[in-house]
């Protein structure tokens, strides 16, 4: 892949977790710097990834070809104002990987016809299991285009949405989703410690059936999930009792009504930041 000098805005979780992959995977460290306003998250990933860590944004934004703006929406205008007073954008790729932000609204922050990708990822990026949706205006060149795909693929998967619309439905189906596996895995643990089990038991009991169960859908391309599903079911037996409970209690419905809760949210941050 194409190695540009890179500029996180943003130390965060999501920042850390993508340049984590990035360097893991190969990307030159000396090519990547990082700002936030406290040394707390920055100078650990510079200790710990050899990355540039620095309190100035618009110094660092400057001297990138790849500016990726990586605060919480709440922020991203006040950052956005300030780095469009220092900084000339022409030239530059910005890469957003923020929920609730809109392309028009970068655009009104940081200058029409900005070379922007909207990029949606989501914290496995961390240890390179990453699933990443990515849009672009028309705007952008087939090159950055390429770039932003293969800097995403470097943490994981990728997957181009045509429309603006279909970053909220990646959050709802990969951005915000691995919390939601958690959720499940933390009410599973609690309960196998309710059973007796020590939390570190519990811990590995839960992890690695998740994990388990993962990779058999990794290995099994052709297999519908339902057909795995059926394959653990024996008839009259425990795993037909337990998805009864789910499926009694409407699993699927909540799982629908909870996805789109957070496509609801995102719009609204688009209307509000
Ligand atoms: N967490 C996730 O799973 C995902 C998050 N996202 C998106 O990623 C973005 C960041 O989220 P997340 O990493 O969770 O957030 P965090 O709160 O973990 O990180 C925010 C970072 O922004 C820094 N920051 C605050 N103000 C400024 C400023 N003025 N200039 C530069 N940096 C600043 C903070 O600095 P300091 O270190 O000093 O506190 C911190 O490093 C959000 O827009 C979110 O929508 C997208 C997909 C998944
Ligand atoms: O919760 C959020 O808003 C962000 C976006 C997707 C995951 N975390």
């Not at 919390?179 to 895995?185: D, G, I, K, V």
Request: with cysteine; net charge negative; charged share 20%.
């Amino acid at each position: 892949m194409q190695h540009r000098k890179l500029c996180f805005i943003g130390a965060g979780n999501m920042a850390g977790a993508i340049i984590a992959g990035l360097v893991e995977s190969g990307y030159p460290a000396n090519l990547v710097s990082v700002c936030a306003p406290s040394t707390t998250h920055r100078d650990a990933l510079a200790e710990k990834y050899g990355v540039k860590s620095s309190s100035d944004n618009s110094d660092c934004a400057k001297d990138a070809d790849v500016v990726v703006l990586s605060v919480k929406p709440q922020m991203m205008a006040d950052v956005c104002k300030a780095l469009q007073k220092d900084v000339d954008f022409s030239g530059k790729l910005v890469l957003s990987i923020a929920a609730g932000v809109s392309v028009a609204r970068f655009c009104e922050l940081l200058g029409d016809n900005l070379n922007i990708v909207r990029i949606m990822p989501n914290t496995p990026s961390l240890v390179g299991k990453g699933m990443s949706g990515l849009f672009a205006p028309e705007q952008v060149s087939q090159a950055d285009r390429d770039y932003s795909g293969e800097l995403m693929t470097a943490v994981g998967k990728v997957c181009w949405v045509d429309t603006e619309e279909g970053i909220n439905h990646i959050i709802a189906a990969a951005g915000s989703a691995p919390a939601y596996f958690f959720l499940f895995m933390e009410a599973m643990q609690a309960e196998a410690q309710r059973l007796g089990f020590s939390a570190e038991a519990a811990r590995m009991l839960v992890e690695q059936a998740a994990s388990g169960a993962t990779a058999l859908v990794a290995a099994s391309p052709d297999t519908p999930l339902s057909q795995l599903r059926e394959n653990v079911t024996s008839k009259g037996g425990t795993t037909f009792e337990a998805l009864k409970v789910f499926t009694d209690r409407k699993l699927p419905e909540i799982v629908s009504e909870a996805m789109q809760a957070a496509i609801t949210r995102a719009q609204e941050m688009e209307k509000q930041f």
